[in-house]
């Protein structure tokens, strides 16, 4: 049987989180970050044996323009008892995303054509502000997060990206944009801002990938 439940319930909420983080993950670039707007419907099923399962029905809004939202229906299966296996996410975005080749372009050349490898910290600052040229960098940790969180996500976390506490751009010979990530993940939960390390790699071409990825213990984040 699949239940209804109201967007505003905690299962829901944080079902959707990571379902929006998710597509953030698959969909967002430098040029685009993804964020949950708001929840319109929601259900869930009890799977005997597998687990729970949700149905949503989102809006997302564009990071960098509140006003551009999308529609967005997803699944999330939580399995039972086995933390060490990710939520099955899927989801399918209605209408079309802003396109970004121009933003992404801009910032793969600005990069490409760094003298110097690029190396930034603590974004946003302590007052909450992140440098335009920066923003890329943001968006680019925003999307790569999304895998860092679908991967280590329970029917009992809420994870939200709070800061780049650290980033180095990492010499490649060949096309790809290489940065070594520390950043610090808020579970809302427990209210742990946990440090996690993450390498991420991107091309214009290619979707946001992660090549490794490690918690790591608390004073990291000193």
Known sequence: AVMELPPSHYAAARAAALAAHY????RGSPGRGLALRAVRRASRQDI??????????LVLE???????????TAEVLYHLGNKNIAPDVQFTIEGELKNTDE???VFYNR???????LVAEKIPDSHGNVPPEMEPIRLLAWAASGYVIWQNSTENTIF?????????????IDEYLEFDYMI???EMVSQEIIPWQMTVLWHPQ???????DSRQPKHASE
């Open 206 to 212: 290619h979707t946001v990938q992660v090549t490794e």
């Open 160 to 172: 939200q990206l709070a800061q780049i506490k650290h980033v180095k751009q990492v010499k490649r």
């Open 111 to 117: 990069i490409k054509s760094l003298e110097k490898e």
């Open 23 to 26: 597509a953030c993950y698959r």
């Open 62 to 72: 564009d990071v960098l323009d509140k006003d551009s939202t999308v529609n967005c």
């Open 48 to 57: 005997d044996d597998v687990g729970h399962k949700y149905y949503l029905e």
């Open 103 to 105: 933003a992404d372009n």
């Open 184 to 186: 610090l993940l808020h």
